[in-house]
C-alpha cells in the first residue's frame, strides 16, 4: 500500500479491512495528479481506469464505486453488485466487495461491528449529513446496518464502531446562516459545531457535527478525523485533493470490506 495513503487506527476485527487513498501514487496528470479514482470530473478515462485497477489491486476485492449525488440512499453491495448506482452509503455482509466513497473535502465515515460480521461506508458533506425530516446519511445508514443478518442476529449500537476520515476542516469551511440552521433546527447542540464568521457565515466543523450525529444514535466509539487541521483537505495540497481548494480536482477514496 501506498505509505502516503491512510489505514484507520481503531479496534476493528482483524477480517475487516479499511483505507483511504491520498492523491499519491497514480497515472493521472495535472489537476488530477496523481491517484484519482473519480470519473466523472474531467480527468482521462484511461488514467482512471488505471488508477482503480491499482486500487483493486491493494485491497484484494472489488472496490464498487457509487454515483454519489449529496444524498441519503444507502446501497447493499453483494457480489453481483455493479458500479454507478446512485447512493451516498453503502453496506455489506458479503466478502469479494469493497464499500467504497469519493471524496474531495466531504467527509467519508467508516463503520463496522466489534464481530467484524459487517461493514458500511458513508459520504457525508452537509447535504447528506443534515439529510431531510431529522434524516441523514449517518441515520439511514446506521438503519441499514443495524438491520439483522442473513443469520437472522441484529446490531446494537453498542458494537458499533465508526472511523472518520479526512475532510475539509473547521478552519477551511465556510458555510452560510442555512446550513447552520438545517444542524441547529435538528439538534440545538449542534450550535458548538460553527464559529461566527463574516456576517451571515459560518465555520463549520463537518467532522464534530458527524460525531454529534453518531452519538445520538449511540455510537460511542468514533475514531479517526477529531477537526484538527492533520485531518483538512483544503490545508494540505500535496497530500489530498480539494474541490473547494482547486475547483477542478480529483477524488480520493475510502474502502472497507471483510476478509
Given at each position: 500500500m501506498n505509505p502516503d495513503w491512510l489505514q484507520p487506527d481503531w479496534p476493528a476485527p482483524a477480517r475487516v479491512k479499511a483505507l483511504c487513498?491520498?492523491?499519491s501514487g497514480g497515472a493521472s496528470g495535472g489537476a488530477?495528479?496523481?491517484f484519482n479514482l473519480g470519473d466523472h470530473v474531467g480527468d482521462a478515462p484511461a488514467a482512471v481506469a488505471a488508477n482503480r485497477a491499482a486500487l483493486a489491486r491493494v485491497v484484494g476485492v472489488r472496490p464498487v464505486f457509487l454515483s454519489q449525488v449529496h444524498g441519503t440512499q444507502v446501497h447493499a453491495l453483494d457480489a453481483a453488485s455493479l458500479d454507478g448506482q446512485a447512493a451516498d452509503a453503502a453496506v455489506s455482509q458479503q466478502t469479494g466487495v469493497a464499500c467504497t466513497i469519493m471524496v474531495a473535502d466531504c467527509l467519508p465515515v467508516l463503520l463496522t461491528d466489534l464481530q467484524g460480521?459487517?461493514?458500511?461506508?458513508?459520504?457525508?458533506?452537509w447535504r447528506g449529513l443534515a439529510g431531510t425530516s431529522d434524516q441523514g446519511v449517518l441515520e439511514t445508514t446506521y438503519k441499514a446496518f443495524r438491520a439483522p443478518a442473513l443469520d437472522g442476529i441484529g446490531v446494537v449500537a453498542t458494537e458499533i464502531i465508526a472511523w472518520l476520515g479526512p475532510c475539509i476542516g473547521p478552519q477551511a469551511f465556510?458555510?452560510?446562516d442555512?446550513?447552520?440552521q438545517a444542524f441547529v433546527a435538528h439538534d440545538p447542540a449542534a450550535a458548538a459545531m460553527f464559529a461566527a464568521g463574516a456576517p451571515d457565515k459560518w465555520w463549520a466543523n463537518l467532522a464534530g457535527l458527524a460525531r454529534q450525529r453518531l452519538a445520538a444514535l449511540g455510537v460511542q466509539q468514533v475514531f479517526g478525523n477529531d477537526g484538527s487541521p492533520a485531518w483538512?483537505?483544503?490545508?494540505?495540497?500535496?497530500?489530498?485533493?480539494s474541490h473547494?481548494?482547486?475547483?477542478?480536482?480529483g477524488r480520493m477514496a475510502a474502502c472497507i470490506w471483510l476478509v
Open positions: 487513498t491520498s492523491r488530477y495528479g496523481s460480521r459487517r461493514v458500511a461506508a458513508a459520504h457525508a458533506g465556510e458555510v452560510g442555512e446550513v447552520r483538512c483537505t483544503v490545508s494540505q495540497p500535496s497530500r489530498f485533493f473547494r481548494r482547486d475547483r477542478i480536482s
